[in-house]
Each structure stands twice: as structure tokens, then as C-alpha cells.
């Protein structure tokens, strides 16, 4: 199984400054077809995960922004340029690349 | 508007079963793989399963192989996570969710399933 491992676990970060999310995966997350399937979801508190980034950088209908994903093959990164009280919540990478589908151990960001 | 929304949860003891739904509207459900994944109180994410957009392919997580199954009727927009043999372990909230190039685009509000005696 692909092991998706995220750093910081925890992320305290102070309103209008950025934030930043790394996700590693355990073997590269090309597939065969040559999509890199790499996705990161957003969860606030007692609410469903939301879909941010799709295949490493492509930002979800309705997503500000400020939100921005990249790197490539084992390296990611999820970017907010200017954190907003509605940010908090936990973030996780996921990789569709390989069944089966493997979630990193979620980020929490929350508000200095 | 997508909407997904799962019913079936609730209280059951060790070793008996269990079928949860979820109920699609607002695209064509029978375009799109669908997937079952559970979050145990306080903690990640884990997938459990995945169903092709005819019903023809189906890949399960190792923890629920051979007691749960996914199925679809197409003709009901509807998706099934048929669970036996229940283990406390599998204690959660389970979430389906549309698939999307790869990624989980639309999530329902989840279903709580306790494994208890």
C-alpha cells in the first residue's frame, strides 16, 4: 500500500498569514496513464470532507484562491496564501493512484 | 445540485450485519464510480470501496474484504454497503462519495455505524 505521510501534523497560523502543507507519498503517485493522482480534501469541524485540489494543482469548483497545490511524483505541497477563521479544520492528501486509496494522517489548522 | 445522503446506520452487536445507502441527486449517477469511506470517532480517513460506474469493478480496503460488499442500482441512483460479520473496529461514520478524475468531489453528511454489545 502507498503510506501518504503529511507534515506539520498540527499547524497554528495567524489570520491573513500563509500556511503550508507537505504530503509525501511512500513511491511515486505517477500512473500509468500519466495523471498524478493526488487530491486534497478539506474537513471542518463536524462537517463531510470538501474537495480542494484535484491531480496535484487543479482547484475544485467554487474553491478560493488562495488555495494552490503542487509538486510531483513524491512531494506535495497545499499552499493558503492568506488564512481565514473559516480555514480551520483538518486537511488530508490522498493519492488514487493505486488501490488502495491511502489518506495522509490530516493536518489540523487552527488559529494562533 | 449533487446531493448524497446515507441512511441505514445505527446500533448493532458483534458478528451481525448491516446495510447502509446512499441516496444520489443532481447528476447522472450512472456516469460516475462511487466510494464508501469511514472516519472512527476521532480519527482519519480510511477508504473502503469503490464501485465502477456499471457495477462491473469493485476494489475493497484489506480490513473489510470478504464481509462487506458495494453494489449499485443504477436504475434507483442509489449505492449499497452491505456489511457482515461486524467488528467494534468498525465503528465510524461512514461517508460515500462521487468520484471525480480520480478525486472525491461530493461527500455526504455520513452515516454512524456502532459495533457494540
Known amino acids: 500500500d502507498i503510506v501518504m505521510t503529511q507534515t506539520p501534523l498540527s499547524s497554528p497560523v495567524t489570520l491573513g498569514q500563509p500556511a503550508s502543507i507537505s504530503c509525501r507519498s511512500s513511491?511515486?503517485?505517477?500512473?500509468?496513464?500519466?495523471?498524478?493522482?493526488l487530491s486534497w480534501l478539506q474537513q471542518r469541524p463536524g462537517q463531510p470532507p470538501r474537495l480542494l485540489i484535484y491531480k496535484i494543482s487543479n482547484r475544485f469548483s467554487g474553491v478560493p484562491d488562495r488555495f494552490s497545490g503542487s509538486g510531483a511524483g513524491t512531494d506535495f505541497t497545499l499552499k493558503i496564501s492568506r488564512v481565514e477563521a473559516e480555514d480551520v479544520g483538518v486537511y488530508y492528501c490522498?493519492?488514487?493512484?493505486?488501490?488502495?486509496?491511502?489518506f495522509g494522517q490530516g493536518t489540523r489548522l487552527e488559529i494562533k | 445540485q449533487v446531493q448524497l445522503v446515507e441512511s441505514g446506520g445505527g446500533v448493532v452487536q458483534p458478528g451481525r450485519s448491516l446495510r447502509l445507502s446512499c441516496a444520489a441527486s443532481g447528476f447522472t449517477f450512472s456516469s460516475y464510480a462511487m466510494h464508501w469511506v469511514r472516519q472512527a470517532p476521532g480519527k482519519g480517513l480510511e477508504w473502503v470501496a469503490v464501485i465502477s460506474d456499471d457495477g462491473g469493478s469493485k476494489y475493497y480496503a484489506d480490513s473489510v474484504k470478504g464481509r462487506f460488499t458495494i453494489s449499485r442500482d443504477n436504475s434507483k441512483n442509489t449505492l449499497y454497503l452491505q456489511m457482515n460479520s461486524l467488528r467494534a473496529e468498525d465503528t465510524a461514520v461512514y461517508y460515500c462519495a462521487k468520484d471525480f478524475r480520480g478525486a472525491m468531489d461530493y461527500w455526504g453528511q455520513g452515516a454512524l455505524v456502532t459495533v457494540s454489545s
Open positions: 490522498t493519492q488514487a493512484t493505486q488501490f488502495p486509496i491511502t
Open positions: 513511491q511515486s503517485l505517477v500512473h500509468s496513464d500519466g495523471n498524478t493522482y
